[in-house]
C-alpha cells in the first residue's frame, strides 16, 4: 500500500490535464500575487500553503472573489487550537455566493440542481428559480421572526426543498440543522432538542427501495417535543395534506421577493452538524458561515477541480456532512445532482445509471457501494454511458486496493480516483483529490492545501513511512468555532486536544509514504495492538471481505484483566454461505499471508449482522464495550445505531462468555 508495493501508479494525468486544472491557474496566479511558488508543482503548494498560512487563506479569498460586505483586519489574529480567529472584523454572506451565478444572464437559465428519485428521472431546478424560491422564504421566514443566530431544522431528505431551506435559513443569518427521515424521533430528538429550533421543515414520508415510508407519527411526535417551534413547514412528498397548524411549502415559495442576504461575522453559526453519537448524545458541532465559505471554495473549486459545466454527484443523506459538502458545489457555479432514495434500487448498479441520465462529472459514493458492485459484478462502462465522469471520489471509509482496482478496469482505465478522507468535525477533508498527481492503489493522493497533516507516534514525533496518529498541526477554517451547549469549551477540548495539546489529533491511524500519499488505516481508538504491532481494522476488512463467502466483517481488540488479548472477528456471511472448517482456514491464511500472522483472530464468529451508526460505519467501540461487560445502555445509545437488536448478540456473548471465565 506505500510506494515499496506500488511503485508504478494506477493513474497519471497528462499533460494538458495538469495544464486545465485550476489548481494549476491558482498557483499560477498565486505565484504572481502572493509569492507562491511557480515551480515545484503541488508539492511546492502545498509546503508553501503550510508555511504561510495566513497569505494561502487570503490568496484563497481573492482567487474566488469572496464578497466581504465589511473588510476582515487580517486573515488570523490567534492561530491558537482551539479558539483560532480567522478574519476578524469582516461581515459576508454563504448564500448570497451559493446563488451567484444566477446573476449571470449567461448561466441563470442553466441548472443549479438536478434532482434524481428511484424513478431515475431528472428534474432540473434553474439558477433563478433556485435563487426566486430562496428569496421568497427567506422573507417569510423573517416575517415569522427567525433573526441571526436562531435554529431553523429539517426532517428531510435529499430533495432540493431541503437547499432551498438551507440557503434561505442562511440568508436570514439563522442557524441550519437537518436530518435524515430515515432517523426515528428519539435520534432526531437527541439532535434538535439541543439547539432549540424555531422552524421545522419537514415531509409527509419519503421513498425508499420502491415502498413509501409515511413519517406522519414521528412529525407529530416531534412537534410535541420541541418546545421552541414557532413554525413547522409542510412539504408533502407522498402527497399527503399539511397538519393542522403547519405551512404549506408552496405558499411560503410562492413570492417575487428579491433575496435579502444580512451580512453576518465571518465566524457566525452557518450550520450545526452532528457526531454519530455512538457512546452518549451527538455532539452539536458548530461551524461558520465564513470558515465554510473559505474551506468548501478551497476543496470544491481547486482539489475537486469543479467549475461551470461540471456537474456533481454524491450519494449522501441531509443527516451526513456529506450532504453539506454536496451543496457547496453551488459556491463554484457547479450543478448539483441530488438523488433521494435506495443506493440500489432497482439494483446494485442503480448509482452508475443516476450518473449517465444525469451527465455526472464528478461522481461521489461510499466505499461500500464500491466493493458491493465488485461483489455483485456489476460492470457500469458496459452497461451505462460514463463519457463524462471524469472523477469518482469515495469516502465513509478507506477504499481498498480491490476497490481501486476495479474502478479503473470496469469504469475506465484513465479515471481520476480520489479515495478521500475528513470528517463531520470540519465538513471537509484532511486529504484526497488531487487533479495533478498521479494515484496511487490504496493511497488518498496528498494532505489537502492549508492542512499540515502529520502522521505521529505516541510521544508527539511525526514519522514517515509507519502508523501513527492523524493530527493537524494548524488551524482550519472550517474547524468548529464551538459545540452546542459545552460553555466552557472542555468538551470540544476533550474531543481532539487532550492527546496532544494545542494539535487536533482526529482518531484515525495514517501512515503518510515516502512520496506524500496518504494511507487510513482505521479509527485509532478501535486500533489492533497486538504484541505491540498496531493495525488498523480497515487493513482486516480489506482482507477477509475480498472472500465470496464474507458479506461484512467486523473485528474487535480486547485488552484482558489477566494482561491478555483477546481478538475475534465477527463475519456476517453471504447467502447460501457457510462457516466451516474450510473457510475458517481460508480467513486465517488471508489474514496471515496478506497482513500479519499476529493479526490471525483469535476466534472467528458468525453474526447475524453488523451493527452500524446511521450514517453508515461500522460501530467498534461500543462492541468492544459490550464484550468488556458494559450494560448495552451504557455502552452505546440506541438512537444512534441503524439496528439495535444486532448490539444484543453482542451483548449476549460478553454474558455468555463472562460466565465461562468465572
Not at 403547519?246 to 453559526?269: I, N, R
Not at 459545466?309 to 456532512?321: E, L, P
Amino acid at each position: 500500500m506505500t510506494s515499496a508495493a506500488n511503485p508504478a501508479p494506477l493513474w497519471q494525468p497528462d499533460a494538458d490535464r495538469i495544464a486545465a486544472a485550476r489548481i494549476t491557474r491558482f498557483q499560477a496566479w498565486a505565484a504572481e500575487h502572493h509569492g507562491a511558488p511557480a515551480d515545484g508543482g503541488y508539492p511546492a503548494l502545498h509546503r508553501w500553503s503550510v508555511d504561510r498560512l495566513e497569505t494561502f487563506w487570503q490568496a484563497v479569498a481573492d482567487w474566488f472573489d469572496v464578497r466581504f460586505s465589511t473588510p476582515y483586519e487580517r486573515v488570523l489574529a490567534d492561530r491558537g487550537m482551539p479558539g483560532a480567529q480567522w478574519f476578524p472584523g469582516a461581515t459576508l454572506n454563504y448564500a448570497e455566493h451559493a446563488l451567484r451565478t444566477a446573476e449571470d444572464p449567461t448561466r441563470a437559465h442553466e441548472p443549479a440542481l438536478i434532482h434524481v428519485d428511484e424513478t431515475h428521472d431528472p428534474v432540473p431546478i434553474s439558477w433563478t428559480e433556485l435563487r426566486r424560491q430562496v428569496g421568497s422564504l427567506a422573507a417569510e421566514l423573517r416575517a415569522l421572526g427567525v433573526r441571526p443566530g436562531d435554529r431553523v431544522s429539517g426532517y428531510l431528505p435529499n430533495v432540493p426543498q431541503a437547499v432551498t431551506a438551507l440557503l434561505a435559513t442562511a440568508a436570514v443569518g439563522a442557524t441550519w440543522t437537518s436530518c435524515a427521515p430515515d432517523f426515528g424521533a428519539r435520534s432526531v430528538l437527541d439532535r434538535f432538542q439541543q439547539v432549540e429550533p424555531v422552524v421545522l421543515f419537514t415531509v409527509d414520508g419519503y421513498r425508499y427501495g420502491g415502498k413509501e415510508h409515511d413519517r406522519a407519527d414521528v412529525v407529530a411526535e416531534l412537534r410535541r417535543e420541541l418546545p421552541t417551534l414557532r413554525a413547522v413547514v409542510h412539504i408533502p412528498l407522498l402527497g399527503t395534506p399539511a397538519p393542522e397548524g403547519a405551512l404549506e411549502w408552496s405558499e411560503l415559495t410562492a413570492g417575487e421577493a428579491e433575496p435579502v442576504f444580512e451580512p453576518v461575522p465571518f465566524d457566525h453559526p452557518l450550520w450545526v452538524l452532528y457526531s454519530s453519537g455512538t457512546t452518549g448524545l451527538p455532539k452539536a458541532i458548530v461551524q461558520s458561515q465564513g470558515g465554510i465559505l473559505l474551506e468548501h471554495f478551497k476543496q470544491l473549486g481547486l482539489h475537486c477541480d469543479l467549475g461551470p459545466g461540471d456537474r456533481f454527484f454524491w450519494y449522501t443523506s441531509t443527516g451526513w456532512m456529506m450532504w453539506n459538502f454536496l451543496v457547496s458545489g453551488l459556491l463554484t457555479g457547479t450543478t448539483v445532482v441530488l438523488y433521494d432514495g435506495s443506493p440500489g434500487h432497482p439494483d446494485t448498479g442503480a448509482q452508475w445509471a443516476i450518473a449517465e441520465r444525469t451527465e455526472t462529472t464528478l461522481f461521489g459514493t461510499s466505499a461500500a457501494y464500491v466493493m458491493a458492485c465488485r461483489k455483485a459484478g456489476v460492470h457500469p462502462s458496459r452497461d451505462h454511458d460514463l463519457s463524462r465522469i471524469q472523477c469518482v471520489a469515495t469516502t465513509g471509509s478507506p477504499l481498498p486496493p480491490d476497490g481501486f482496482r476495479w474502478l479503473h478496469d470496469e469504469v475506465r482505465e484513465d479515471l481520476w480516483i480520489a479515495s478521500v478522507s475528513g470528517g463531520t468535525d470540519v465538513c471537509s477533508c484532511f486529504a484526497g483529490a488531487v487533479p495533478t498527481l498521479p494515484v496511487h492503489i490504496g493511497e488518498l493522493q496528498a494532505a489537502c492545501l492549508g492542512t499540515d497533516l502529520q502522521s505521529w507516534d505516541p510521544h508527539g514525533k511525526p514519522v514517515i513511512g509507519e502508523v501513527g496518529e492523524l493530527v493537524v498541526t494548524n488551524p482550519m477554517p472550517s474547524m468548529p468555532i464551538r459545540f452546542w451547549n459545552d460553555p466552557d469549551g472542555s468538551r470540544y477540548r476533550d474531543s481532539y486536544f487532550e492527546m496532544f495539546p494545542g494539535v487536533w489529533r482526529h482518531g484515525d491511524w495514517i501512515t503518510i509514504t515516502d512520496h506524500g500519499s496518504v494511507v487510513i488505516h482505521g479509527r485509532s481508538d478501535s486500533t489492533l495492538n497486538r504484541q505491540g504491532v498496531r493495525m488498523g481494522s480497515a487493513d482486516i476488512y480489506e482482507a477477509v471481505e475480498r472472500l465470496p463467502e464474507i458479506k461484512e466483517s467486523l473485528v474487535i481488540g480486547l485488552e484482558e484483566p489477566d494482561g491478555g488479548y483477546w481478538m475475534p472477528l465477527f463475519v456476517h456471511l453471504a447467502p447460501g454461505a457457510a462457516l466451516d472448517d474450510d473457510l475458517r482456514a481460508r480467513i486465517k491464511r488471508t489474514i496471515r499471508e496478506q497482513l500479519s500472522p499476529r493479526h490471525v483472530p483469535d476466534d472467528i464468529i458468525e453474526v447475524p449482522g453488523v451493527p452500524h451508526t446511521l450514517t453508515g460505519k461500522r460501530i467498534e467501540v461500543p462492541v468492544k464495550r459490550l464484550l468488556q461487560g458494559t450494560a448495552l445502555t451504557k455502552a452505546v445509545n440506541p438512537g444512534s445505531v441503524d439496528n439495535l437488536d444486532l448490539l444484543r448478540f453482542y451483548e449476549e456473548l460478553a454474558r455468555k462468555r463472562g460466565a465461562e471465565r468465572g
